[in-house]
């Protein structure tokens, strides 16, 4: 006999509240408690946990919904649920928990987690609002756009209600830069290059839910205001009187596309204000030599009194937030090496006339610098969506059951990871954002960053078009810098299209139409005699199928992972159908190629269902070949092609070959 009593001089602290062991039951176990006021932190794990309530009443909180518990409540968690048990009563809630490991409990769950981790949750899947100074490039369409749009489109098909929000953001200095260059105001470039932006968008088969126009959405300068109230209002930031850089010359303020200088924080020469290289912010002042682009001589220093915020304060703020959703490494290695500074005050306002002022007047003649304004534009453009689509989403009352998703470049990640989960702790103290972060390194052009201040670039109105959006979308995803620095090289796009997608996948499906014309009048045959070649070939299409849901999934996500899934499929196809026509004309083996034949148009049956997040227009016209509808949900298994449906594959062209290298109407 085991007996156990709690013991609250035993307890230790786990998991930010109170709890002990129970040993000799077999599985892991223990008595917790949780005090007034108190919650557990988010954490997940590989054992399945079973918690009986013995006292006291609280909330679980499990992916934003909300479950009371009271004595007498049994819960069990699968592997990898997520909760927070919450006490919303004025005494001790107590608890027994016991927990053990069941790997084939583990995988399973693991595998329902790929496809749709998020219930009945309103998905919010941002792909960073680009700066309209410039049209976008095929590197920003490969980084946040691509990746969130494919992202949207496989949670929609596992039945998640997804939303792909972006826009543009009108206040970056680099607007008002651009504008200088060339002949506008700051408003007028703008709006020039927003609706360039949301034309590429459209013609890479991107359409956003959401697209906010900062600079003329009249709802948005009062919200963000409100927003930066709620932030100054806390303690933590204060007006304070720092360095900072002006021009000589002129006087005027520098930050931004304003100055450049050697990186504090590793060798490379960067802006202000963020280092493409290392990730790391500089305050400006902290540059080495310093060069303004206003003028040729050196810039001087000077006090400057702007809102400040001490960012080192937040270091446990921040790493609680990363422990809630997916945060890869490297932003948590990122978040290590900042605040292992002992301090860092961040001005979070700037002297500027391009941008919206605070609604006080302790900073006259500055601007909510732009990044920390982001923070604000994700909510505003939830809130936007919301008035459009009849649901009563506000920005100044974020929800815990919202689910967020930022694709961004990494560049980007001191401010999406780091800076915006301590300004919604200021601004919203009872909200933990729950957000999944997915970042992409730069997309090299022929070895040189893609850069749209440069004007080095292959530009995507330059490239797309009906004919050739499913081959740049797949060209793009098979070399999207996910972890690592990719290179975009013209001659590689027009081998990939010519022997890739033109000569193996569409003289596969071709010939495949053919066959099926010939041989059964161009009506899918039901599958005959199966021999163990056939069944295991079945079996290696569900392992793709496997493999590119796992590609696609919102932990795993990997576009590069899932175009090679999909290349992988068609080639083993093509290797089992040429291994199988040695016999075609063979009529002792009629039922066993017209089974063959039935696996093949299965296998191009998944194709287009598993195509359809990446290449949504290839995949429609596939399905059609195949007298299907358009693919809308993802399979869950491998399916033939149901007999005597009409095959129009032969004729069917889904690729055009590549221009010659010197086309000049085609820069590719």
Known sequence: MIMSRYAPESLGEAFGIDMSTIEGLGVGAGWGRVAPGVRSTGHHHDETECFVIVAGRGEFDVDGTRHPVEPGTVVLFEPFESHVLENTGDEDLVFVTQYWRDPGRSLASAAGLRKNAFGDRPVFVFSTPPTPNGDLHLGHLAGPYLGADAYVRFQRMNGAEAYHLTGSDDYQSYVAAAGLTEGRTPAGT??????????????????????????????????????????TASDAVRVTEAEALVDAETGGYLYEVDVRGGCPHCPAVTGGNICEECGEPNLVHDLGDPVSARSPAAPRRERVSRFSLPVHAFGDTVREHHRLGRVPARLAELARRVFDRPRFDLPLTHPSAWGVAPAGEEVPGQVIWVWPEMSYGFLHGIQSLGTRTGRDWRAAEPRQEWKIVHFFGYDNSFYHSLLYPVLY??????????????????????????????????????????????????????????????????SAYRATVSDTLVGTWQNWLNDLGDRVAKRYEGRAPDAGNWTPEHSAFLARLGTRLTAVTDALGPGGFSLRAAAAELTGLVEDTVRFSTAQQLRADDPAWADETRTAVALELAAARLLASSATPVLPRFAGRLARCLDLPAPSTWPDTVELVPPGSRITLAPATFFQPPPPPNDPHRPL
């Open 425 to 490: 702790k200021l601004a919203h103290p009872d909200w933990e954002p729950d957000i999944d972060y997915h970042v992409n390194e730069f997309y090299l052009l022929e070895g040189e960053k893609f850069s749209t201040s440069r004007r080095h670039a292959v530009w995507g109105k330059d490239v797309l078009s009906p004919d050739t959006v499913d081959a740049v979308r797949y060209f793009l995803a098979a070399t999207r810098p996910e972890d690592t620095r990719t290179d975009f090289r013209p």
């Open 190 to 231: 703008a709006a020039h290059y927003s609706a360039e932006i949301a034309e590429t968008l459209r013609l890479m088969d991107i359409t956003p839910d959401q697209y906010t126009v900062t600079s003329t959405d009249p709802a948005y300068p009062p919200g963000l205001q409100e927003f930066f109230g709620r932030v």
